[in-house]
């Protein structure tokens, strides 16, 4: 069977009502581009198109080659996804006869249109946002264990086939899925290579076909949380992440691995070292799960930032590490019982206060706490609970000194402000010169590996922003005129001024000569001085001392140098 080309299948949408089978996407409009033509969004398999029908938008995702037990492969992960219904994942439905093209029926997938962040692209955008990142990586585990739980493997999990949506996941493209009817089964389909490990082959279709792909973005997450500027150390966004398939198919020779290694942070220190571990496994089967447990057995200042800290499933090791430091006393309200691995947490107050049972992942311990001792005597909160008109008095009879303590703070700090003198605020018609961005984590320093093998100099990043340019207090030049906003992109700025020490390297390396040293003196708070140079500025200087008698075109140079180094 001849499968239609992409220009082909761009022919046949443009008229819905006659080559579409669905009720639905024949009464649909197609997306268009500027020029008229269908909007299609092309691969090696597939190529999609857009339709906007009365109740909702729809992707169309027309195959370009066969592909083996395509129905039932489709029907048994639609089944199986509407069973469980992830909230990764998208409806979609396979149309054996779902277009007509040049008189023959072709199947389609008719999915649900998801409007989302390409996963690379939200990283970029974020990378300055250290906090949106840890939060996506722990929510990566949980996904990972969510498709484990419900026997999902998607097959192919790289940057193309994951959106954020709201800040969290939505996974499409399922042609590599794998669910429990496909179990042992051949597929072609083995993933981005950028993504799987460098042993996979088409007859690796098991439940664990993921785990590697998964290691792989969560160490990106947690790399890039930590330390955006690898970003641009390893160019990522070109077609990966952070690592590839040049660093799986040769991890001791792999510069990023290495990077990661000896990395400052000792969690990806620990993360490199697991993963290069990952790498020696001849078989995917022998690749570990990404979940909690593990994570925080790698994790040495997990008490900081780990997904066993935020999420449900793994709450038994933050919960029994909790109460084993607390010192409860009298009656508890709580306890703890487990026998295996799975604890209930159970109320023992008094009438009138119940509470169901609730399951937590734990280890064989009993614990108990929520005890508590107060200055005045002992009581817990069982005890209140259990009398609440009792609880209700004694609370209050503990709070009144608090309480008049606070009064008389209060009136103290509104005599002080009083004695204050006015503070004149800015009026609403006046302008603000700099825009004023929300508060971003202080960027660590870095320093790139020069070619010759020395390291340049401290550097940090600085944030994009914008800034009002022109005459903002309105007593300016015509050519100050009109004030507008200007963007800027983030950029690199070195620490400190350029040393002495960090030209000689340029000069050095180049042979450049100054415009100071070719014309023979250089401009100075005296006017020009004949004679000076960087080299000899008539006063004493050593090589951390900033260099002095540079020109534009000199620091240009040097510039272009650097950059060139680096």
């Known amino acids: 069977m001849i499968w239609p080309t992409a220009q082909e299948y761009s022919e046949a949408v443009q008229n819905p009502r006659l080559n579409f089978s669905d009720a639905e996407l024949k009464a649909g409009q197609l997306e268009l581009t500027p020029l008229g033509l269908p909007r299609a969004i092309s691969g090696n398999f597939v190529t999609v198109f857009r339709m906007q029908c009365e109740q909702r938008d729809l992707a169309v995702r027309c195959f370009l080659r066969n592909v083996t037990d395509q129905q039932q492969r489709y029907t048994a992960i639609s089944q199986h996804l509407a069973r469980v219904k992830l909230p990764y994942t998208v409806y979609f439905e396979f149309l054996s006869e779902g277009i007509l093209v040049q008189g ?13 962040e390409l996963l690379d692209k939200f990283i970029e955008k974020n990378l300055y946002n250290s906090v949106i990142l840890q939060d996506l990586a722990v929510s990566w585990v949980t996904l990972i264990e969510t498709l484990k739980d419900a026997e999902i493997a998607h097959g192919d999990l790289q940057h193309g086939n994951i959106l954020i949506v709201d800040n969290d996941f939505k996974l499409v ?6 669910v429990p009817r496909l179990f042992q089964k051949s597929c072609s389909e083995i993933g981005h290579g950028n993504y799987q490990h460098p042993h996979r082959t088409a007859r690796d279709f098991w439940s664990d076909i993921d785990d590697f792909s998964a290691w792989v973005i969560y160490i990106a997450l947690i790399s890039f949380s930590i330390e955006p500027q690898l970003w641009e150390r390893v160019g990522a966004g070109e077609d990966f992440l952070l690592l590839h398939k040049g660093d799986f198919a040769n991890p001791d020779a792999s510069a990023t691995l290495a990077l990661l290694s000896q990395h400052s942070d000792a969690y990806i220190q620990a993360l490199a070292t697991e993963f290069k571990q990952l790498l020696r496994s001849k078989r995917i089967s022998q690749v570990p799960s990404l979940d909690n447990q593990i ?8 008490a900081n930032f780990s997904a066993a800290a935020h999420t449900s499933d793994s709450v038994k090791g933050w919960w029994v590490d909790y109460i084993k430091d607390s010192q409860p006393t009298q009656s508890p309200l709580t306890s703890i ?4 691995d799975k604890a209930e947490l159970q109320s023992t107050s008094g009438a009138g206060f119940a509470t169901p049972p609730a399951t937590f ?9 929520f005890g508590r001792k107060s200055q005045t005597g002992s009581r817990t909160v069982a005890e209140i609970m259990s009398n609440p ?12 000194p608090v309480g008049l303590f606070i009064a008389v703070f209060g009136l103290f700090i509104v005599v002080m402000i009083s004695f204050l003198p006015p503070n004149k605020s800015p009026s609403p018609t006046e302008s603000t010169p700099i825009e004023r ?12 590996n020069l070619r010759h093998g020395s390291l340049g100099p401290e550097m940090v990043w600085l944030p994009a922003g914008r800034f009002q340019m022109g005459d903002i207090q309105g007593g300016g030049d015509d050519d100050e005129q009109p004030v507008h906003w200007v963007p800027i992109e983030r950029f690199a700025m070195g620490r400190y001024e350029v040393t002495v020490g960090e030209f000689r390297q340029f000069v050095a390396a180049t042979g450049y000569k100054t415009v100071a040293e070719k014309k023979g003196n250089c401009w100075g708070r005296a006017g020009s001085d004949s004679g000076r140079n960087w080299r000899n500025p008539e006063f004493s200087q050593n090589d951390n001392s900033p260099v002095v008698c540079v020109s534009w075109d000199d620091a240009t140079a040097y510039a272009v140098w650097l950059s060139q180094e680096t």
């Not at 493209?173 to 794998?178: E, F, Q, R």
């Not at 994570?295 to 997990?302: D, E, Q, T, Y």
């Open 104 to 116: 023959q029926w072709y199947p389609i997938l008719k999915m649900a249109w998801v409007t989302g």
């Open 173 to 178: 493209d399922y042609d590599g899925m794998l």
């Open 295 to 302: 994570i925080s057995s790698l994790n040495p200042h997990s």
């Open 337 to 340: 019982k487990s026998t295996s």
């Open 361 to 369: 992942q734990g280890n064989s311990k009993q614990i108990k706490t």
């Open 389 to 400: 008109s009792k609880g209700q008095r004694s609370i209050r009879e503990e709070l009144r």
């Open 437 to 448: 961005l929300p508060a971003l984590p202080e960027p660590k320093i870095f320093r790139d």
